[in-house]
């Protein structure tokens, strides 16, 4: 036990790190950091058209308020921030290092290879605009609802949060380790990344058939919806089981694809 809890504190230090590199490397070009917060601060209001078509509509969907759709669009955009500003640049970065056969230079480090290959960079602009505005979305929601803001709430809102998190990472990284089998899978992972808006609205506008394909057999919904489910007590025993279980699953998997696709990889100086 006390080997592991070493491991892991080594591993968030190193991640400390990772992250202080990543903004001194996009500060170090501060008008591309500008642009590129400005560019992300667009693609937000592009999002934020869905809150304002649902405050003036004053549409309900399948009994969610206006409120409640705005608890999950804040949701959304806050994952969006850990997606695209955590995990999808180390995503296309792998992609390229397998084709490459690049890796070879991380197979030497003390630490995990599959951590230093998916988390080893960040895109801080994106991750500090949509986290931001995402957070604050979700705090509006949850003041108009009347939410108590307990421990309760709150440890349970982190809780799933994390889970989303770790479902993110690696449904989105599964197709990215087809490239140690295939030289070019660059059209999947692009159908694959398109998935993700598909939590741009509570899954709640799909029918039941979609929503269960959603949840249970390609687990897209699992990643936005879970957290304001359990705010607004709409989460039945059996997702509530399935919520703790898939991420588990989909680390296991991950971590088993990882290791056969290592023993497939051929380093550029093979």
Sequence with gaps: ??????????????????????????????????????????????????????????????????????????????????YAGLFMINNFGLRTKIKDGDLDLLLTKPVSLQFMATLRQADLTIFGV??????????????????????????????????????????????????????????LAEITDSFWDFNNMPMDIYNRWIQAIGIFILPIFAIANFPPMFLLHKMPPVILAWSVLLPMLLLLLVRLLWRKGLRNYSSASS
């Design 130 to 187: 949509d986290a931001i505005a995402g957070l604050i979305m979700v705090g509006i929601a949850w003041s108009r609802l009347g939410i108590p803001f307990s421990w309760y709430n709150a440890a349970g809102f982190v809780f799933f949060m994390v889970i989303s998190v770790l479902v993110s990472y690696s449904l989105f990284l599964l197709p990215i380790l087809l490239s140690f089998w295939f030289t070019n899978i660059s059209a």
């Design 1 to 82: 036990m006390n080997q592991a809890l070493r491991e892991i504190k080594k591993h968030l230090l190193i991640y400390l790190v990772f992250i202080k590199n990543s903004l001194i490397a996009q500060m170090e070009y501060r008008v591309n950091f500008i642009g590129n917060m400005a560019m992300e601060t667009g693609y937000l209001f592009v999002k934020l058209a869905y809150v304002v078509v649902v405050y003036r509509s004053g549409v309900t969907i399948n009994g969610l308020s206006p409120d409640q759709i705005l608890l999950f669009i804040g949701t959304f955009v806050t994952l969006t921030a850990t």
